[in-house]
């Protein structure tokens, strides 16, 4: 079972930032955060992930907690082609269990 | 450098046959992951090869299948097809298979009639 939660659906406006919640009450020490997205019928892309510090590329910024519970992805200047399904995961960063489980993500909607 | 090559794109099959999917991983990646998505169950992990072994397993049933070959390429088989088997299949290769990350491929899109 997915080990977050994020809402179902969001709207942005075009230039505007989106901040995308993700909550993960029960992460354990060793899980690292993992951001993907999906475009309609394309597979999911890799966006970002972290472990405890705030991480930051090309793409988003990831704000993480300092207990960790609970994350944020930004995409400081979102664009009509960031309009897709986010998924917020987390997996543990070693050992025999690399899948990741998929929630339901959140549908970002940037409108002009 | 070429990303994750699914074959085919598309695919329509009858209850009962067989299916065989395939997927050509990242130059370099040793893992191969597979995994269901459908509107009513999202995605759903099916398997992970590494270096030819099945390293772990999802909850679906022994008619879905798999294996990778020494060049890390990937097929998938589905048995005896059924209508809910009907869904994208997508792979996503790594150079681990932990603590990096997946590049997913298209997905190929299988329909059962």
């Known amino acids: 079972d997915a080990k977050t939660t994020q809402p179902t659906s969001m709207d942005c406006a075009e230039g505007r930032a989106a901040n995308l919640p993700c909550n993960h009450s029960t992460i354990s020490g060793n899980e690292y955060v993992y951001w993907y997205r999906q475009i309609h019928s394309q597979g999911p892309q890799y966006i970002i992930h972290?472990?405890?510090n705030n991480e930051t590329n090309e793409m988003a910024s990831l704000i993480i907690t300092e207990d960790r519970k609970s994350s944020t992805l930004i995409l400081p200047h979102a664009t009509l082609r960031d309009t897709a399904v986010y998924y917020c995961?987390?997996?543990?960063?070693?050992?025999?269990?690399?899948?990741?489980?998929f929630g339901a993500g959140t549908r970002l909607t940037v409108k002009p | 450098k070429a990303g994750v090559t699914q074959t085919p794109r598309y695919l329509i099959k009858t209850r009962g046959q067989q299916v065989t999917l395939s997927c050509s991983p990242i130059?370099?990646?040793?893992?191969v992951s597979w995994y269901q998505q459908t509107p009513g169950q999202g995605l759903q992990f099916l398997f992970e090869?590494?270096?030819?072994?099945?390293?772990n397993k999802g909850n679906f049933p022994g008619r879905f299948s798999g294996r990778q070959f020494s060049n890390s390429r990937s097929e998938m088989n589905v048995s005896t097809l059924e209508l809910g088997d009907s869904a994208l299949y997508l792979c996503?290769?790594?150079?681990?298979?932990?603590?990096?990350?997946?590049?997913f491929g298209q997905g190929t899109r299988l329909t059962v009639v």
């Open positions: 090869y590494f270096s030819e072994t099945q390293r």
């Open positions: 996503a290769s790594s150079f681990q298979g932990f603590q990096t990350e997946a590049f």
């Open positions: 995961i987390v997996r543990v960063a070693s050992g025999l269990n690399p899948d990741m489980r």
């Open positions: 972290g472990l405890k």
């Open positions: 130059s370099g990646h040793r893992s």
